[in-house]
DNA sequence: TTATTAAGTTATAAATATATAACATTAGGA
DNA sequence: TCCTAATGTTATATATTTATAACTTAATAA
C-alpha cells in the first residue's frame, strides 16, 4: 500500500489560503482537502491537476508516492 | 464536463508496447488502459503517475484535461 | 470566560473508477 | 483467404473517492 505524500498544506500557507478557500477554488469540499492533506486516499488525476495549477507548480512537485 | 486527452497509445507505440504489456507494469487491467486511451474516465492519480513513470515524461506531458 | 474561525474527524450516502468476463472488430502475416 | 494477436466495447460487480452533515478540537480575540 504505497502512501501519498504531499505539500499541499505548505503551498497554502505560503499564500495565506483557508483549505475552504482552496475548495472553492477547485470546487471540492473543504474536508475533501483536508482528508488529502492528511494522506487519507488517492484522488483523481483532474483534482490533483486542478490544485497544482492553483499553486502553479507541476504535479510532482505536490504529490509524491512512497513504498 | 472537462474531456480527458491523453498520449499514452503515442507512447506506447513509440516503444512497441501492447496494452496488455503496460497494464502488467502498473497493474491494472488491459481494458481499463483502453478505456483511458479513449478518453473514458478520469484516472486515479497514482495510475496517472505511474504510467507517466514507465514513459519517464511528467503527467502533464501525457494528461491533459480540455474544458 | 465566551465567541469565533479554521481544521480534524467520523459515519453514511452517492458517485465514479476499476475489475472481471465475454464477445466483437480490426489489422497483419501466413 | 484464414488465423491470430491486439484492441474495442459492453454489462455487471466491486472498490474507492468524494459529498454531506454533524460533532470535536485548537487557537485566538473580545
Same mark, same amino acid.
Given at each position: 500500500?504505497?502512501?501519498? #505524500?504531499?505539500? #499541499?498544506?505548505?503551498?497554502?500557507?505560503?499564500?495565506?489560503?483557508?483549505?475552504?478557500? $482552496?475548495?472553492? $477554488? #477547485?470546487?471540492?469540499?473543504?474536508?475533501?482537502?483536508?482528508? $488529502?492533506?492528511?494522506?487519507?486516499?488517492?484522488?483523481?488525476?483532474?483534482?490533483?491537476?486542478?490544485?497544482?495549477?492553483?499553486?502553479?507548480?507541476?504535479?510532482?512537485?505536490?504529490?509524491?508516492? #512512497?513504498?
Amino acid at each position: 500500500m504505497p502512501k501519498l #505524500i504531499t505539500k #499541499i498544506k505548505e503551498y497554502r500557507a505560503k499564500t495565506n489560503m483557508k483549505q475552504e478557500e $482552496l475548495a472553492q $477554488l #477547485i470546487g471540492v469540499r473543504r474536508e475533501t482537502i483536508g482528508h $488529502l492533506e492528511n494522506g487519507k486516499y488517492n484522488p483523481s488525476l483532474k483534482m490533483a491537476m486542478d490544485i497544482a495549477k492553483v499553486f502553479m507548480v507541476p504535479v510532482e512537485e505536490l504529490f509524491q508516492f #512512497i513504498d
